[in-house]
């Protein structure tokens, strides 16, 4: 049965890919992971030997892998080793987006970063807006991910095309359970991290609660930082998006000491 979230004018309403002609920096590594024939998708990894996770980053729309190059130190400074990953089409990645495809890109990727020791344990998950869906997915079906951070995720896709003129009236039970992240975030039971900015008016507050409420996991935080929106996170005062994910991070070194 065909579905109105691989139609066409659904996804070219959710996406907005660009392209990406930066070289990395000269210590990263790049990586391409077959996602379908002909179609490759790129991620690039930052090595970090000392980092105490692996940190896999599902990126927000419009953006691309290389916006990360210059604040991965950040990160590695939280003791972990980041790998940006992009959608079809983005950046250096082949092919078509859409939201099926990202949802399946991203366990194909997690796979192959897994089975070829790129991506070494504990592996903690981030999606940031349009890539917290890549990281709800992957988290709801791979029990062995160690953790979950999602930053000014959105809990339903259907508000995203709605504000640019596509209407969707109805939604059926297969649909919801694919592509709703607050129905999908049930399923997530790692240690999560919520976080989203209380002036965000492209994706409200209220969805970061929502997913919040929904969320499967016994350990569960939710941050809404003051004074920043959606795209200004990293820029809320004395340091609180760093902060929030450090205080994260050390509880689950807490836990795993219990």
Not at 163 to 173: A, E, K, N, V, W
Request: overall charge negative; some cysteine; proline content about 6%.
């Amino acid at each position: 049965m065909s579905s109105v979230f691989d139609s066409k004018q659904f996804n070219e309403n959710l996406f907005f890919p660009r392209p990406d002609p930066l070289p990395g920096p000269p210590d990263c590594e790049e990586i391409y992971v077959q996602v379908d024939e002909n179609v490759s998708v790129h991620c690039r990894k930052h090595p970090a030997p000392q980092a105490r996770l692996s940190l896999l980053f599902f990126h927000g729309n419009g953006e691309v892998v290389s916006d990360y190059d210059d604040i991965v130190q950040a990160f590695t400074a939280l003791g972990m080793e980041m790998t940006v990953c992009d959608y079809r089409g983005y950046g250096k990645s082949g092919g078509t987006p859409s939201l099926r495809n990202s949802l399946e890109d991203a366990r194909t990727i997690y796979q192959y970063l897994k089975d070829n020791a790129i991506l070494r344990s504990p592996v903690c998950v981030m999606g940031r807006s349009l890539g917290a869906a890549s990281a709800i997915e992957l988290c709801s079906r791979f029990s062995e991910i160690s953790a979950c951070i999602i930053e000014s995720g959105y809990a339903d896709p259907i508000p995203l095309v709605e504000r640019r003129g596509l209407r969707i009236d109805q939604t059926t039970p297969e649909e919801d359970a694919l592509f709703n992240n607050s129905l999908k975030i049930k399923n997530v039971h790692c240690p999560l991290l919520i976080m989203h900015g209380e002036d965000d008016f492209l994706i409200l507050p209220k969805e970061a609660n929502l997913n919040y409420t929904q969320a499967g996991s016994k350990s569960k935080t939710l941050e809404i930082l003051e004074g920043v929106g959606h795209n200004d996170m990293m820029m809320a005062e004395n340091g609180g998006y760093f902060s929030a994910m450090r205080r994260f991070l050390e509880s689950l070194s807490q836990g795993n000491r219990q």
